[in-house]
Nanobody, 124 residues
C-alpha cells in the first residue's frame, strides 16, 4: 500500500513561515504528480498547489500565489510546500496526495493516494 506522511505543521504567527513535507514510502514519487490540499473547519477541502512528475510544472491557487512554493526532491522521495507570509485564513489541515497524472491537478478526484495531513494554525 502506498503511503504518504505529511509533517511540518504547527502554530505560527501571522506573517510567519512553515515548510510542510510530504514523504512517500513503499513507492517512488518520481512518477507521481503531487497535490497539496487543505481543509479549514466548516469548509470544504480545497486544492492549494500541485507539481507534475514530468517537467516539474506547478500550479497555485490564487489565494496562495506568490506566498507558497511547491518543490520536489526525488532523491529524498519528498515534496515540500514552503509557506511564507502566512495569514490567519491559511489555518487548516493540510494534506498531500499523489497519483500518476499527465501534468498536475488540484482536483481531488484525480488522486487515489492521500496522507493523514498536518495541522497549520496561524494566530497571534
Amino acid at each position: 500500500q502506498l503511503q504518504l506522511v505529511e509533517s511540518g505543521g504547527g502554530l505560527v504567527q501571522p506573517g510567519g513561515s512553515l515548510r510542510l513535507s510530504c514523504a512517500a514510502s513503499r513507492f517512488t514519487l518520481d512518477y507521481y504528480a503531487i497535490g497539496w490540499f487543505r481543509q479549514a473547519p466548516g469548509k470544504e477541502r480545497e486544492g492549494v498547489s500541485c507539481i507534475s512528475s514530468s517537467d516539474g510544472s506547478t500550479y497555485y491557487a490564487d489565494s496562495v500565489k506568490g506566498r507558497f512554493t511547491i518543490s520536489r526532491d526525488n532523491a529524498k522521495n519528498t515534496v515540500y510546500l514552503q509557506m511564507n507570509s502566512l495569514k490567519p485564513e491559511d489555518t487548516a489541515h493540510y494534506y498531500c496526495a499523489a497519483d500518476r497524472l499527465y501534468g498536475c491537478s488540484v482536483a481531488q478526484y484525480e488522486y487515489d493516494y492521500w496522507g493523514q495531513g498536518t495541522q497549520v494554525t496561524v494566530s497571534s
